[in-house]
């Protein structure tokens, strides 16, 4: 009774038709991100070998179906127009998304720079590359994401703006002249946002985007006969990743500038085009298992297999095993070298 009476009275702005339309595609992302990251992880623990390639599937289907699970959350509190479950129900949720976002993202990095290593330096890839260590970057991986979000664990709360209650990151100093504490809230604002921005947009997609530059230069003039096909892959995976994510990034700068320049730290309409722009970033989520099935050979071929072969053949994809030379028996120095014809996994 309470709750639809708090809801009765909260005045909030729209933009046109922005809020179904943002609902609806967090529920297509909630749909195919459960159930495709979902088959991923099913196949990787259940179906399939534990190699480098695999390990690094796992742990960026987890990310991603970590995001996609919390969704539902999502489109109620859109619905909803105000957040109704309470404060540490507010710090719970935005570490957990954000924790799946930040893991997401940095394990995307760690794959591209794998499999630019694999192709650029394959004889240090074949004596280095193992299970065991891309286990231990991976958990490197969600530690980096686990501090990145932690701020949002003591700082996010509940507060009130027309009537309608929102889940707000607010930095707080009470001892201090309000003076001091405008000043303190702004630059803790400023931190908070370039380094969200830089560790959670930029630095991956440069990262991301370097790689895949640097694989196609390598494999075009050596002449690998498929090369276009890794070529086509990497150009979607990058340009998924920026298409996605860049409306979030972008609106998250101009909130920014928004509070820096106006001193304003709230705006209804903001917050509804924010919440937009993470919606569409969540598809990008719903679409890696996809991305790698679909776009790795060719459409046709996959198309008339089942998911989980196609996935098993999608984690075998020429990309993510370029091919090189042929281990010979260990040399005088007691490291593989090779011979033509072997390949990197």
């Not at 590359?129 to 996010?156: E, I, N, P, Y």
């Not at 707080?172 to 560790?199: K, P």
């Not at 969540?282 to 196609?310: H, M, T, W």
Request: glycine fraction near 6%.
């Amino acid at each position: 009774m309470d709750m639809k009476m708090n809801a009765s009275r909260c005045l909030s702005e729209e933009v046109g038709s922005l809020r179904p339309l943002t609902v609806a595609v967090l529920s297509a992302s909630f749909v195919v991100g459960v159930l495709g990251n979902g088959l991923v992880l099913g196949m990787t623990v259940f179906r399939m070998a534990r190699t480098v390639s695999t390990v690094c599937f796992f742990h960026l289907a987890l990310a991603d179906f970590m995001l996609s699970l919390s969704l539902p959350i999502a489109m109620y509190y859109i619905a909803s127009k105000q957040w109704l479950l309470g404060e540490w129900a507010c710090k719970l949720y935005i570490t957990f998304v954000f924790l799946g976002y930040f893991a997401s993202n940095c394990l995307l990095v760690l794959i591209s720079v794998d499999r630019c290593i694999s192709v650029l330096y394959p004889v240090w890839a074949l004596n280095h590359r193992t299970v065991q260590r891309v286990s231990w970057l991976a958990f490197g991986v969600w530690l980096l994401a686990a501090v990145l979000c932690s701020a949002h664990m003591k700082f996010r709360t509940t507060r009130k703006w027309n009537g309608c209650t929102h889940c707000y990151l607010e930095f707080n100093s009470e001892n201090e002249t309000a003076q001091i504490w405008i000043e303190g809230v702004v630059e803790s604002h400023i931190i908070g946002s370039t380094s969200h921005f830089l560790l959670g947009f930029l630095g991956p997609l440069a990262i991301i985007g370097t790689c895949a530059h640097l694989i196609w230069a390598k494999l075009l003039p050596d002449g690998w006969v498929q090369a276009n096909r890794p070529k086509r892959l990497l150009l979607v995976l990058v340009s998924a990743f920026f298409i996605c994510w860049s409306p979030f990034n972008v609106v998250l700068l101009v909130h920014l500038w928004r509070r820096v320049m106006l001193k304003e730290l709230y705006h209804p309409r903001m917050l509804l085009i924010l919440q937009a722009g993470f919606a569409l970033g969540c598809v990008n989520s719903s679409l890696n298992p996809f991305l790698y099935v679909f776009i790795g050979r060719d459409f046709q071929e996959k198309f008339f297999q089942s998911l989980p072969s196609a996935l098993a053949r999608a984690f075998g994809e020429e990309f993510l095993s370029h091919p090189v030379p042929a281990a010979k028996p260990p040399g005088n120095d007691g490291s593989l070298q090779l011979e033509a014809g072997s390949r990197l996994s």
